[in-house]
């Protein structure tokens, strides 16, 4: 089974990207199964109902996200509604959605997916290891490919989390920090994973934000508004090819693409 991972959607360059670049990619890769975290592609934080429809209508099946899963009101609502919509797994008890659950490919294949935030630099959340662990023995009683996005800032916890499921999920994908990084593998027990997998919009910026409105920030420690920049867009993601009987990765490949 193959399945594309597109690391951080940025605002409407980012969603653009996806709407003109995902269905070469679809024939490309054979894929059977699109992920994106999307926790930023409502002008550059949140989600909001009409764009996670524009994204399911360009071909992605399951969105993922992070910390600013919250920062548009209508989410609390929309993410019960909308279960192709994961919020991270280690948010108290309670909280609106849900952050694993069993989807399915168009030919009728069940994908197990897993989103949890990482603690360290971020907010103090549950545990992402013991509650990662045991949704992903509740998924494998129902299919063993499973992909985990860990949205983290520390590169440490990311890979942490990596050998603690090897063997245990299929995939372990970094996302966040908005840089593609060259560390992909599979692990020694068949877990594929790589610490970032990209961000997806406008790479003349910092991380998807306006250069000029970041730089005054570091400049001045005056609080400025960071403006989603439009240029040189980009889809940065990784393909992960999964063996279905198994759940072992078989393959990894980065993925960049300029629009």
């Known amino acids: ?34 992920i994106a975290n999307a926790e930023n592609a409502a002008g550059g934080s949140g989600i909001t109902s009409k764009v996670a429809e524009e994204l399911f209508n360009s071909g992605v099946d399951l969105l993922t996200s992070g910390d600013h899963i919250w920062k548009k009101s209508e989410i609390f609502e929309l993410i019960n509604q909308e279960e192709r919509i994961l ?24 994908i197990g997916a897993i989103n949890v935030n990482g603690r360290v630099f971020m907010d103090a959340l549950e545990c992402p290891f013991k509650l990662s662990l045991k949704a992903a023995e509740e998924l494998a009683k129902e299919t063993k490919v499973i992909i985990v996005d860990i949205h983290a800032e520390a590169t440490s916890e990311k890979v942490a989390l990596g050998w603690y499921l090897d063997g245990k999920v299929s995939a372990v994908l970094g996302t966040h920090t908005h840089i593609q990084t060259a560390d992909e593998l599979i692990m020694p027990r068949g877990t594929a994973y790589i610490t970032d997998v990209g961000m997806t919009g406008p790479y003349d910026s910092v991380i998807g934000r306006r250069v000029e409105d970041v730089l005054t920030r570091f400049l001045t420690s005056i609080p400025v508004k960071f403006q989603v920049a439009d240029s040189n867009i980009q889809l940065h993601g990784a393909v992960v090819d999964v063996d279905e009987a198994s759940g072992h990765a078989l393959s990894i490949t980065r993925i960049q693409r300029k629009l």
């Open 87 to 110: 919020r991270p797994i280690n948010y108290p008890s309670g909280s609106p959605g849900k952050g694993s659950a069993i989807f399915k490919s168009a030919s009728g294949k069940k």
């Open 1 to 34: 089974m193959k399945i594309l991972f597109i690391g951080d959607v940025v605002g409407s360059p980012g969603r653009e990207a996806i709407k003109k670049l995902l269905p070469a990619l679809k024939k490309e890769y054979s894929l059977d199964f699109v």
